[in-house]
């Protein structure tokens, strides 16, 4: 049993609000929670980054992560049956990294045909026509319905950072609302680090926002658990042009 259907887009409004109802349509008891439909369009590493570091504090549940630049090719649909959760998104890589650390049990291929008879056959939303249908199947009990077993899943690795003496390669997952630049550095690799230094700007790593004056760069280690990149009440992001992608920080022990 779940408790819950969360869903994860880059669809901002309408098309997630369609999604939920063809779940309700088929599962009126369902629990859907928004964790957010603002992932940036096609940025799947953003939302495996995002799925990844929040269904854990859920209770057993169905995740939807749809970020689908294949969306009517030749990608798969999946269902990823994981110890205490099932997952469900396109076979790019947006489910692996939470699915690799829920512990994966078994992994089934979508019928999209199955699903079309739930809502529609489009070619081009398969949030509302293939992933809706098999999250409200999956609430409900039904998870051996939405398709066959099969073998492997899409690998998608999140910490692919490096470190040199000098420099750290990595990418920025995520730039909140606040303009703080999230990267996929984890705090223990970096937890000797005095600084950081992009374009020439020193970010020193301090513990908390108010160790440095308004206005002035930090780093820290934030509430994912990785290094971020901000400024005390100000966006890091807008001053310095920091935007989701790959950065080279350099770096002073």
Known sequence: MVDAVTLITDFGDYYQGVMKGVILKIAPDARIVDITHNIEPQNIYQGAFLLFNSYRFFPPSVHVAVVDPGVGGNRRAIAVECKSHVFIGPDNGILYPA??????????????????????????????????????LVFTGKLEEVGEEIDGMHILELFDYSIEKSAIRARIMYVDRFGNAVTNIPGDAVQDAKAFYVNGIEFPLVETYSCVEVGKPLALIGSFNTLELSIRSGSASELFGLKSGEVVLEWRK
């Open 99 to 136: 699915c690799s650390e829920a512990g994966i049990k078994r992994i089934w291929r979508i019928d999209e045909e199955k699903m079309f008879r739930f809502a529609s056959s489009s070619t081009t939303f398969h949030g509302r026509d293939v992933f809706a249908p098999a999250a409200a």
